[in-house]
């Protein structure tokens, strides 16, 4: 599996950007896509994922409400739309598949990051 995260740039606080997250290989289709996210000087944070079939999804509570994925199966593309931005959204975005166990997903294949910056 091999994923091409894209659509990061700057934007103001407030608004908003769409990422999109496009796998290549016969196996992207079993497994979960989620976001990642780190910013300078922490860790890399969850963000949200969707399950293959794309009827579960998950968020982490500082996105909740603002963040919304949604998966195109047959365009073998996630879409991670990202609204009332705020400059602590502001981080390097990774794109990750994999499948879900008890702890959430289990990344095993990962994009290139692509940057947001939000300004305020």
């Known amino acids: 599996v091999q994923l091409q995260a894209s659509g990061g740039g700057l934007v103001q606080a407030g608004g908003s950007l769409r990422l999109f997250c496009t796998a290549s290989g016969r196996t992207f289709t079993m497994y979960a896509v989620g976001w990642f996210r780190q910013a300078p000087g922490k860790e890399r944070e969850f963000v949200a994922h969707?399950?293959?079939?794309?009827?579960?999804?998950s968020y982490a509570d500082s996105v909740k409400g603002r963040f919304t994925i949604a998966r195109d199966i047959p365009k073998n593309t996630v879409y991670l739309q990202m609204n009332s931005l705020k400059p602590e959204d502001t981080a390097v975005y990774y794109c990750?598949?994999?499948?879900?166990?008890?702890?959430?997903?289990?990344?095993?294949?990962w994009g290139q990051g692509t940057q947001v910056t939000v300004s305020s």
């Open positions: 990750a598949a994999g499948p879900i166990n008890d702890a959430g997903l289990d990344a095993r294949y």
């Open positions: 969707i399950t293959w079939r794309g009827t579960t999804t």
